[in-house]
Every structure is written in C-alpha cells, then in structure tokens.
C-alpha cells in the first residue's frame, strides 16, 4: 500500500483546469453531467442556484509540515440542520473532482474526502485520483461482509482509508481497523482515558493516528505526545510568536522591504534592501527566473536584472506572502500558514474583482487586507502598528480593524468560509447579489489554480 510512504510531503504537481464545471440548467435536478459525472448516480440533488462552496481544514504531521486537507463541500442556501447530511460528499465527489478539480484543491497534498455506504459502492467514487485521495468511512459504519470486499478491492486499486471519528469499540470495527491507513479521532472531545487507550487499541503496522478539530498549539503539542502522527485544524494561527523570535524578526525585516516598495524608493535602496535579505534575495532570483525562462529562456543571476524582470508590483506581492513563510523561503507548498494566508488573499481579491459595488481602490487593495487579517494571531505582530507604518488607506483599516465597508464584508465572507459556516454564509451572501448558484465554488477553484500557477504550492 502506497499511502504509508507517502505519509509525508511527497513531490506531486498538479494544476487543475477551474473553468470546467457547469451548472445544471433548470429542471434537471441534478441529471446534467459535470465532467462525465452524473450527479444522480453519486446521490447529489443538486440545482443550479444550490450555492456551494469548498472548505478545506489544513492537515499537518508531526513536524507542522502540511501533507493534505480535509475537504468538504458545503450549501449555503440549506436552513440549518436541514441540509442532507450526505449531499457535501455527494457533491463533492460530483464537482470534484470536474476534470482535475480534486489536484486544483489539494495541490501536492493529500485530500481525506468523507464517503458514506452509498458513495462507497457508487462507481463515481473511482473517478478520484487514487494517488491523491484517502477515502474517509465513519467509525458507526456497520462492517457488514459487502462492505469489507468493497473496500478490499478498491484497496487493490490503489486507494486508501481512514476510519473517522473513532470513539471506541475495537471488536466491533476491528475487520475494517485492519484496512484502513488513518484512525482519526476528534481531540476536542475525547476523555484522557480514551486517548491514552488508543495506541493499543488501534495501532496496526502502516496505521497512522490523526486528532481532528486541533485548535491550539496547547492541543498540537499534548496530542503530539500522546503519539498521533497527524493534526487537523488551525492550531498554527495561534503561534503568535514573540517579538524576539525570528520569525518576528524576518517579518520585520520584510516590512522595511514592502514600505519601501510603497514609498517608491529608487532601484537601488531596494536593491540594497535585497542585499542585506539573502532569503528575499533567493526567492526574488527564482521567482524572476521562472518568469525569464518562460519567456526567453535566458537565465537571470543579478538582483538588478530581477527586480527589472518582476517589476515592483511583483515584487511588493512576494514579499507580502513571504511574511508569513517564516525564515526560511523552501517548501512554500508544506509551509500550512502560507497556504492558508495566500489562499484568503487571492480569494478576496478575486470576490472584490467580481463585485460591482466595489471601487478601484477596494479591489486593489483585497489582496493585501487577505493577507494582513491574519497578521496579529499568526506573527504576534501589532496590526495597528503595521497599518501605521505602512500607511494604508481608509478602505483596508475600515476592513481589518473593524469589518466594516465592502472590503469588511468580503473578509467576513471569506472567514465563515475556512469555518465553514453554512449560516453565516448565507446571511452574508444577500449582500453579494452578483455571486449566485455555482460562482461561489467556481472563485474558489479558480483562486487555488492561481496558487498553483503562481508557484506558492
């Protein structure tokens, strides 16, 4: 089995293509195909002003390094507690996985899609990349004899498993324990005594244990003693590091960077500036080498040749990402901090770009007010103090400090997104009349094929 293995970042580069999916025309309800998958035959009762949209909770080992996501996909327009509680599976399976749609959304990371006993035996399910999926069952699955040959074979396709949400019982699950990659346990709720049972309750050569719903560095670091291999949650936005730290240090150093940039400072204080960053240096030689090879295929090797090829918009957009990489400028595709700051990032822009009632302003600025909402619980840095030093306008104070005007209710929106908040979500999207039915999810993909393009994954 190939998951064990690949239990850690592996090398995988996939770019989807985010302009294949289709909406179902009215009346269809759900028989129109999204790529050769019918939605009928994946049990998805979907209709063309369903707005659905994507989340995707971070996935870490035990290193903090990122090796896939949790992905479901929602609907906002279901009342709560009213919605099928398996058309997110459904539909994911359905508009995943469109043409190159599930490598669009993990990248070069692994994705868990949850599976119930219907889509377990549905032939759509097979239309997953084997290579880039984990199948995930619940735990209050019966293991009826059906459902361990399927699983069996599909294991001898290649495929992988996780049992989710493992509450005990191992007698009863014990046919399926011995199939499955992953034992996933929700950390939030789980008894001390349960937790420490659980490593001669489940552990099986090649079985890997995951603690879901991780929310703070506190949580990462007892579940990482109690033995889990992997974590799943946002527990790394809470690593604000101190002031002396350095990373604070180099998210310092880069802002000196990114207020000269503003300030227009001539070519060679910033060159001068790279000088004395060899990180920003590096990343500013490859990024404008990537950009010359495609191009002419001449190779750059000064900084006044990369900065002439980026061009400071570039340039000030590099910088900004890489104040949340940390020190370092490898691995930007496992570094889960980045990745979900930039993601926010190019979402936002891409909402402000499709949104009639903003202004040129607002949708320039939707970029940076992405990256900056995260700046205080990620780097420990004083928002105010940032918004000062680099004098940014009305519009992005408005947003980040108070969420308040248009750039204020993209925020919101793209914050109960991550959460995955179908409420919130739908009390939001009244105030956003042009995203209707599947625009939501369509921004989505489009945005994660951008953070592919761009090289940040």
Not at 63 to 72: K, R, T
Request: glycine share 8%.
């Amino acid at each position: 089995m190939r998951w064990p293995g690949r239990i850690f970042p592996a090398t995988r580069h996939f770019v989807g293509d985010a302009g294949k999916m289709q909406a179902a025309a009215p009346g269809d309800r759900g028989c129109r195909l999204l790529s050769g998958l019918s939605l009928q035959e994946t049990g998805c009762p979907l209709v063309e002003m369903d707005t659905l949209y994507l989340t995707r909770e971070p996935v870490v080992n035990a290193q903090e390094s990122l090796i896939g996501y949790d992905l479901h996909v929602h609907v906002a327009d279901d009342p709560p507690g009213q919605g099928s509680p398996d058309l997110g599976s459904a539909s994911l399976v359905a508009t995943g996985f469109y043409g190159g749609g599930v490598e669009t959304a993990i990248g070069s990371c692994f994705g868990f899609v949850n599976i119930d006993r219907d889509l377990l035996f549905a032939p759509a399910v097979e239309s997953l990349p084997r290579d880039a999926v984990v199948l995930s069952l619940s735990a209050e699955l019966e293991p009826e004899r059906e459902v361990l040959l399927r699983v069996r074979a599909l294991r001898e396709k290649g495929y992988s498993f996780a049992l989710s949400d493992y509450r005990g019982d191992p007698f009863r699950l014990e046919p399926l324990l011995d199939q499955m990659a992953v034992v996933q346990v929700d950390f939030s709720c789980a008894s001390s005594a349960f937790l420490h049972s659980l490593q001669s309750e489940v552990r099986r050569p090649g079985v890997r244990l995951m603690a879901s719903e991780v929310q703070t560095p506190e949580e990462f670091e007892r579940a990482r003693a109690l033995g889990f291999d992997l974590f799943e949650g946002y527990h790394f936005l809470g690593r604000a590091r101190s002031p002396q730290s350095s990373s604070s240090g180099n998210a310092a150093a880069l802002l000196k960077m990114l207020r000269l940039l503003k300030e227009d400072a001539d070519s060679h204080a910033v060159v001068d500036e790279l000088k004395r960053q060899p990180a920003l240096a590096v990343a500013t030689l490859r990024a404008a080498n990537a950009s010359s090879l495609s191009r002419s295929r001449q190779s750059i090797s000064s900084l006044p040749d990369a900065l002439a090829m980026l061009g400071r918009n570039r340039l000030a957009r590099l910088v900004q990402m890489l104040v949340f990489a940390g020190s370092s400028t490898a691995d930007l595709g496992h570094n889960p901090l980045l990745q979900v700051v930039v993601t926010r990032a190019k979402l936002m822009e891409d909402l402000a770009e499709r949104d009639p009632d903003a202004v040129a302003q607002e949708k320039r600025s939707a970029f940076v007010v992405g990256l900056f909402s995260l700046i205080e619980s990620a780097l420990g840095l004083s928002l105010v103090d940032v918004l000062h030093e680099l004098q940014y306008g009305s519009p992005v104070k408005e947003a980040l400090l108070h969420r308040e005007g248009r750039l204020g209710v993209l925020l919101e929106l793209v914050e109960k997104l991550e959460l995955g908040d179908d409420a919130a979500v739908a009390g939001i999207l009244p105030e956003l009349p042009s995203i209707t039915g599947l625009d939501l999810i369509r921004i989505q993909f489009a945005a994660l094929a951008w953070l592919g393009e761009s090289g940040v994954r």
